[in-house]
């Protein structure tokens, strides 16, 4: 079935149908080196103008549930937050929290395909009598907000190929000099061990490092770290609260153990507007699979107060809700980063809104796990947790045409984009797109001054028909454009009834 559903931002700086967009200015008109890259349209960094186009978020598909809330150790509520997904190879694990005698543990899943999973009996750890479980973690300080990741850096050891951070502040009197994130290590993402007892980033520094942040809430929540490949380095996304909202600040680490450059993220200028500074409970930033140099997060939005309540006290006692999550929404939005203390967030509108079940019109429900991964040859998927706080709890799929976080969209009326000048590396120019029977793009090349280089003008390109992850753009003379490699060319896209999702120079 096509990804037909899609939500279009309407605002000032993006064209309605039949009016041009100017995105720059000409001190923004230097050269960006894309090499090979692949380049999707999360943010609009390499849009000059367009016209008679339309920025969309695509809007994802329920694939239903996965997973359910049905052992003994999983009998408390909330289950399912703070979750992580990670491939491994032809192996799916998913980390996810699990309650059991008052306490949180951590618990993993496993899948072949991301679609059908199943709870391994791993007996690592005792609960209730038994090792007969899928629990991997029991340390309360740690499995809070296990956020666990595979470390791409060339130079990690065997033995911590995996990584994670954990630990928040369990109480009010906790020390700020020794409250913060752990760093955990593993071979196998099983068997985990501290990599020193001390936090590896301390409450006292970031309150020392950053001005007019508040005490409470700080790294309450899934902070999460990656190796960069773009950046060289590890990156950490943790929870700050300053001006009476959850904010997000961001640090840097060459080793994974001492962490420097503390900055509070702020967001980009972008079609939202005012209004950007959310209470974001967690970001879920990480590496997009196909292209790492663009973190991508699926966010959790929350707004929590008494006002935003649906559900009634009858309703409540109905569905068996635990009252802490009556008052409040939340849902799901899209951000995404090219490195430094940015988020972009282009769209304000919910990437993934609250179903037509009540049972999830609740707070914390809608939570997305970490990752999006690729889950058949034309779907990805993100794993999402459903129903919060009630004994019908459960993480449900939510798949996407790969690469279809969004769209450049043009009308069957017609619509065109320009590029800001690009320098690439590969021999033909590939697109990720979608047409109707009457739709079509074309591509002209230009020169960095907007002149058309021949051969590779409009009226030798060859229009561009169908619904594929990756087409040749073609011009008569065919679909070599290796002699153009290494210099300056603008692309102008001439679009009709078609979305383009994203574009890379390949062999």
Request: with cysteine.
């Amino acid at each position: 079935m096509p990804f037909r559903f899609a939500l279009v931002v309407g605002v000032a700086i993006l064209s309605g149908f039949g009016f041009g967009v100017a995105l720059a200015n000409a001190a923004e008109a230097d050269v960006i080196d894309i090499g090979a890259r692949r380049e999707l349209f999360l943010d609009l960094r390499l849009i000059d103008s367009f016209t008679g186009v339309r920025h969309v978020l695509q809007l994802p598909r329920d694939e239903g549930p996965v997973l359910a809330r049905d052992e003994a150790w999983e009998d408390e509520r909330p289950s399912f937050v703070f979750g992580t997904i990670l491939r491994d190879g032809d192996r799916y694990r998913m980390y996810y929290r699990g309650h059991h005698g008052g306490a949180e543990i951590t618990c993993l899943a496993e899948s072949p395909d991301g679609r059908t999973w199943t709870k391994p009996k791993l007996g690592l750890i005792e609960r209730g009598g038994t090792r007969d479980n899928n629990i991997v973690l029991d340390d309360q300080l740690l499995t809070h907000n296990f956020a666990p990741f595979i470390d791409e850096n060339p130079a990690a050891p065997p033995e911590e190929r995996y990584k994670a951070i954990a630990g928040a502040p369990r109480n009010s009197k906790a020390d700020p000099k020794t409250t913060g994130p752990r760093a955990l290590v593993s071979a196998d993402g099983l068997h985990w061990r501290l990599k020193q007892e001390m936090p590896v980033l301390s409450m006292a520094t970031v309150l020392a490092s950053l001005e007019g942040l508040r005490e409470a809430m700080l790294f309450d929540s899934q902070n999460v770290v990656f190796w960069s490949t773009m950046e060289r380095r590890y990156v950490m996304y943790f929870r700050v609260y300053k001006d009476g909202l959850r904010r997000v600040a961001r640090a840097e680490s060459d080793d994974f153990v001492n962490w420097t450059n503390l900055e509070l993220v702020e967001y980009g200028d972008g079609a939202a507007g005012p209004g950007l500074v959310q209470d974001l409970y967690i970001t879920q930033l990480s590496p997009y699979y196909r292209a790492p140099h663009q973190y991508v997060g699926i966010g959790a939005r929350l707004l929590s107060k008494a006002e935003r309540r649906i559900v009634t006290d009858e309703q409540a006692a109905a569905m068996q809700l635990d009252m802490r999550q009556a008052h409040g929404l939340s849902d799901a939005v899209l951000m995404s980063s090219r490195g430094g203390p940015t988020i972009d967030r282009p769209f304000m509108e919910g990437f993934l809104r609250p179903s037509e079940r009540l049972e999830d019109w609740v707070a914390r429900s809608n939570y997305p796990m970490r990752n999006i991964v690729p889950t058949g040859p034309l779907e990805m998927s993100f794993y999402v947790q459903h129903h919060n706080g009630q004994p019908s709890a459960h993480v449900r799929r939510h798949s996407l045409r790969i690469d279809g976080f969004t769209s450049l969209q043009a009308p069957y009326s017609g619509g065109e984009i320009r590029t800001k000048p690009l320098k690439f590396a590969g021999r033909r120019l590939l697109l990720n797109f979608a047409t109707s029977a009457a739709g079509d793009i074309s591509v002209e090349l230009q020169d960095a001054a907007g002149r058309p280089i021949p051969g590779f003008a409009l009226a030798d390109a060859v229009k561009t028909v169908g619904n594929e992850l990756q087409r040749a753009v073609r011009w008569k003379s065919g679909d070599d454009v290796s002699p153009l490699a290494g210099r300056s060319v603008r692309l102008r896209i001439v679009m009709r009834d078609a979305d383009l999702y994203a574009f890379r120079f390949g062999e």
